[in-house]
């Protein structure tokens, strides 16, 4: 079965610090996703990566960048955290088939930050 | 945009009644709809997908439904039990992302 790691499964860092998110899959998988989940607002998407060194920014990426140099990891990076970055962060990954961009999503078990 | 729409937020239930948990989307021009489920503090588990020429996909004790003229999804779940007990999330794959729903918590009481 797919297994997506993330590295971190809780974090805590100060405002203003840069801080590093990294997520692998094993699976060969063409697309890779960063998702934040907050409480009533549900999971938001900040950036997706469809190859190497391919990305896209989702509804949110402000704040955030991403860097994909293999194809089996994908890392979030917050330039500067600050309080409202606060949030459990989730990885996905997915193959294409032909006729749509994505298919299963398989998730990370989650990164849980709490910026202070 | 596409929006997804899960109702109710939460629902409680005895152990062994069969359930529905509903999924509605505005944007019909779906390619698949995916149900998860989500333990408190873990990540998503994929449960079924289903394609948007399908109608309905099982597993086990679930069974998901898609009706895309009305903009509907639901996951039936029969014969509950307590280890059900978590938060299902559905989502849409419209365009190139995902768009998901905020889930509703169950839970079954023993």
């Known amino acids: 079965d797919v297994k997506v790691t993330q590295s971190s499964r809780y974090l805590v860092k100060r405002t203003g610090e840069k801080v590093f998110l990294e997520c692998v899959q094993d699976m060969d998988h063409e697309n890779m996703f960063w998702y934040r989940q907050d409480p009533g607002l549900g999971l938001r998407l900040i950036y997706f990566?469809?190859?190497?060194?391919?990305?896209e920014k989702g509804d949110i990426p402000e704040g955030y960048s991403v860097s994909r140099e293999k194809k089996e990891r994908f890392s979030l990076i917050l330039e500067s955290a600050s309080t409202n970055q606060t949030s459990m962060y989730l990885c996905a990954s997915s193959f294409s088939s032909r006729g749509q961009w994505f298919e299963k999503l398989f998730f990370g078990s989650g990164t849980q930050l709490s910026v202070l | 945009k596409q929006e997804v729409t899960q109702i109710p937020a939460a629902l409680s239930v005895p152990e062994g009644e069969n359930l529905v948990l509903n999924c509605s989307f505005t944007?019909?021009?779906?390619?698949?709809l995916q149900w998860f489920r989500q333990d408190p503090g873990k990540g998503l588990t994929s449960l079924l997908l289903i394609q948007s020429s399908q109608r309905e996909q099982t597993s086990g004790r679930l069974n998901a439904s898609l009706d895309k003229s009305s903009g509907r999804s639901t996951l039936y779940i029969a014969a509950s039990q307590p280890g059900d007990s978590a938060t299902y999330l559905c989502?849409?794959?419209?365009?190139?992302?995902?768009?998901f729903g905020t889930g509703t918590s169950l839970t079954v009481i023993p």
């Open positions: 944007d019909s021009a779906i390619y698949n």
């Open positions: 990566s469809y190859d190497v060194k391919m990305k």
């Open positions: 989502a849409a794959h419209t365009g190139n992302q995902f768009y």
